[in-house]
């Protein structure tokens, strides 16, 4: 079995998009600073979606203009082609597409019909490849809709397939508003994995009704090996209703680490990370494990 794993924090992004204050720039920089100093080596740092729709994402070309150059993986959210003209022009070289598994979730997102919204995409792909940039094809609402109810696992399969056919990275299927079980999971994701193989694959899991680590070991148990994940437990979606935080990195992290597997990820300093965050939104932290880890490891090092 492969003990690596890579954990792509989503909190830069993700988990501050919803969030009641908006950070400056810099306070932005100084999260992902704290997050990659904890060894987590790839992070999701901003969006290029209208400033009106998701205020706190303004400024994203300023984010990656100052990010540090190294062998970080950085990646941007972009909702069309226009976000991914201001990403490249940014000198983004990955960008994350939200594919859509159910026609309400596509219109209250981006306007369109599941058809409409894949062929944008289809065209982004196309204008990736020639430029050489990553792209990462979240598909969201993967096992439940806010607006349309369960999200049919065939759905999923067809257009993970459809995408990766098309020339996308890599495909992560999105438990939006947190409402899959582990039996979903590791249904759904062994079917995947048998069809593509893991390099491909990842998941995306919110915590709303605290199974978000339940469908994480689902999902390994099936052989994924990608995990998006936030810092803090930050998140939301400002167009699901009922989407709490995405699953803490650090609860992530120690489970997975107490497991056997490597993240590459220093817990003492992942919260501090956390602490960061935490101190930046003035936001309760959303994870579960921080209060027993902060005493385990001072333990340990005493």
Not at 7 to 20: A, E, F, S, W
Not at 99 to 122: C, F, G, H, P, Q
Not at 205 to 221: C, K, P, S, W
Not at 274 to 285: H, R
């Amino acid at each position: 079995m492969d003990k690596q794993l890579v954990i792509t924090d989503v909190g830069p992004r993700d988990g501050l998009q919803n969030q009641p204050g908006i950070l400056s720039v810099e306070q932005r920089l100084q999260l992902i600073a704290a997050i990659a100093a904890a060894g987590v080596s790839s992070i999701e740092v901003g969006s290029f979606v209208s400033p009106k729709a998701v205020p706190a994402m303004a400024g994203t070309d300023a984010v990656l203009a100052s990010l540090p150059a190294g062998d970080l993986h950085y990646t941007v959210l972009i909702p069309n082609m226009r976000g991914y003209e201001l990403a490249r022009a940014a000198g983004a070289r990955s960008v994350t597409m939200v594919l859509y598994a159910s026609e309400s979730m596509a219109r209250k997102n981006v306007n369109m019909s599941i058809a409409e919204a894949d062929e944008a995409t289809a065209a982004i792909l196309a204008s990736a490849a020639a430029d050489g940039i990553e792209v990462i094809a979240t598909i969201s609402v993967a096992f439940a809709c806010p607006f349309d109810g369960a999200t049919d696992p065939g759905v999923v399969r067809t257009s993970a397939a459809r995408f990766l056919e098309l020339g996308a990275d890599r495909v992560v299927v999105a438990d939006t508003i947190g409402a899959a079980n582990p039996q979903q999971v590791r249904s759904l994701t062994a079917e995947l994995v048998a069809e593509h193989g893991p390099g491909q694959l990842g998941c995306h899991f919110h915590d709303t009704r605290a199974m978000g680590l339940a469908n994480v070991y689902a999902a390994v148990e099936s052989g994924i090996r990608r995990f998006d994940s936030s810092i803090g437990g930050l998140g939301g979606c400002p167009f699901a209703p009922g989407a709490s935080g995405n699953v803490a990195t650090e609860d992530v992290v120690m489970m997975l680490e107490q497991m056997g597997f490597d993240t590459g990820i220093d817990l003492d300093a992942l919260l501090r990370a956390s602490d960061l965050a935490e101190e930046l939104t003035g936001t309760a932290p959303g994870g579960r494990a921080k209060a027993w880890l902060k005493p385990w490891l001072a333990k340990r090092a005493g």
